[in-house]
T-cell receptor, first 115, second 112 residues
Framework: GDSVTQTEGPVTVSESESLIINCTYS????????LFWYVRYPGEGLQLLLK?????QKGSSRGFEATYNKETTSFHLQKASVQESDSAVYYC????????????FGQGTKLSIKP | GGIITQTPKFLIGQEGQKLTLKCQQN?????MYWYRQDSGKGLRLIYY???????QKGDLSEGYDASREKKSSFSLTVTSAQKNEMAVFLC???????????FGSGTRLLVI
């Protein structure tokens, strides 16, 4: 079936260090997968961080980047230098261009940044 | 800017009780969704509605009913709450199908 697996949390990184949160997907019934990263900051609702709808393309937002790799079925989230304000829960999600907007989410990765 | 509001924020129910969660948005979005999140798991789709008076079942619809009487609101009913059930229910809306979501802040459910 269709599924998303991401780095098991919690993850703790020191400020200014680099970050990678892994995300791999299985899209057996989705012809044209779209890939998303959502984020929930403390006390706030879930919000879209970035998305990529075309294989091989890279999305970026707030210093984060993710590349849609169809060969490895991956969409890892990376940041070169994290800040304390990046502490949040990050969710990788899979959707289909021609489906009724349904998204399949990973389990979430809680990220804490040490000052 | 608009807002999507879920009520109540916290809901404590008893086993077997019928419980209703409400979601309102003033974005004038066509499509609305209800997701459930259990601790340590991803969000799972319960119901969605493409437009007013439309209802579509998601993967987790058993045990739930939904209602979209008007464009701005989408209600979810737990038909019979299960003892020790604990989850967060998230409502989302999008301008149309396949557009980006805006999420509400969630309703936390605890069944005793």
């Amino acid at each position: 079936g269709d599924s998303v697996t991401q780095t098991e949390g919690p993850v703790t990184v020191s400020e200014s260090e680099s970050l990678i949160i892994n995300c791999t997907y299985s899209a057996t019934s989705i012809a044209y997968p779209n890939l998303f990263w959502y984020v929930r900051y403390p006390g706030e609702g879930l919000q879209l961080l970035l998305k990529v709808i075309t294989a091989g393309q890279k999305g970026s937002s707030r210093g984060f980047e993710a590349t849609y790799n169809k060969e490895t079925t991956s969409f890892h989230l990376q940041k070169a230098s994290v800040q304390e304000s990046d502490s949040a829960v990050y969710y990788c999600a899979l959707g289909e261009n021609y489906n009724q907007g349904k998204l399949i989410f990973g389990q979430g990765t809680k990220l804490s940044i040490k000052p | 800017g608009g807002i999507i509001t879920q009520t109540p924020k916290f809901l404590i129910g008893q086993e077997g009780q019928k419980l209703t969660l409400k979601c309102q948005q003033n974005f004038n979005h066509d499509t609305m969704y209800w997701y459930r999140q259990d601790s340590g798991k991803g969000l799972r789709l319960i119901y969605y509605s493409i437009t007013e008076n439309d209802l579509q079942k998601g993967d987790l619809s058993e045990g739930y009913d939904a209602s979209r009487e008007k464009k701005s609101s989408f209600s979810l009913t737990v038909t019979s709450a299960q003892k020790n059930e604990m989850a967060v229910f998230l409502c989302a809306s999008s301008i149309r199908v396949n557009s980006d979501y805006t999420f509400g802040s969630g309703t936390r459910l605890l069944v005793i």
